[in-house]
């Protein structure tokens, strides 16, 4: 097989990958998705924020989400700015954190500082074994914040520490944080819909 046949295969096999796992998440993933949007909505409509973390590939999405609340989704929409932030942006904070107190503590030691009761954590993970990403739920829910995962398709030993979850239906991590971003765009325009309602 010649190396351009192979990666045309190769192509067509993570498209069909794709378009299987977008067929499933309407089936799989909306009532879950209308249950965060409303916790998420409820929060910013009461004057809390939302906050995300992630690791790798995740942290990029935390990033990106927090970013598409606080600016905008679409130039479509004219709104006020949302209350979120990423916790994966500072790097003095993550650099002494992880120096001081150790890798897994650096998203929980910034929950003990800024999360207030009623807030939201959102969780990225395509495994659901970060240890910092744990430590961060249980700070969390210390100060009574509200606990959301986006995560793959099997339950993981962060679900114990959630309010309300997200499994992507694959197996496959790079097709699990393609789908965290859509869900994360439909995620902020049904908050944006939502909150136009409370008005």
């Given amino acids: 097989m010649s190396g351009d046949a192979e990666f045309s295969d190769n192509v067509r096999i993570a498209l069909k990958e794709t378009a299987e796992m977008h067929a499933l998440l309407d089936v799989r993933c909306s009532t879950d998705l209308a249950e965060i949007t409303k916790a998420c909505a409820d929060t910013i409509h009461r004057g809390g924020r939302l906050f995300f973390c992630g690791n790798g590939g995740s942290a990029a999405e935390s990033q990106h989400l927090a970013t598409e609340l606080v600016v905008r989704l679409s130039a479509d929409t004219t709104r006020p700015a949302l209350p979120a932030m990423a916790l994966t942006t500072d790097t003095s904070t993550l650099t002494a954190c992880g120096n001081d107190f150790g890798f897994d503590a650096i998203f929980a030691r910034q929950v003990e ?47 114990a520490h959630l309010d309300l979850s997200l499994h992507i239906p694959s197996n496959n991590a790079q097709r699990v944080q393609e789908a965290h971003l859509l869900c994360g765009h439909l995620l902020i325009q049904s908050i944006e819909t939502q909150l136009l309602k409370y008005k």
Avoid: W, Y
Wanted: avoid cysteine.
């Fill in 113 to 159: 500082a800024h999360l207030r009761k009623g807030d939201v954590l959102i969780l990225l993970s395509t495994s659901g074994r970060s240890q910092n990403l744990i430590e961060a739920a249980k700070a969390s829910h210390k100060k009574q914040g509200i606990n959301i995962g986006f995560l793959g398709n099997d339950d993981t030993l962060l679900d």
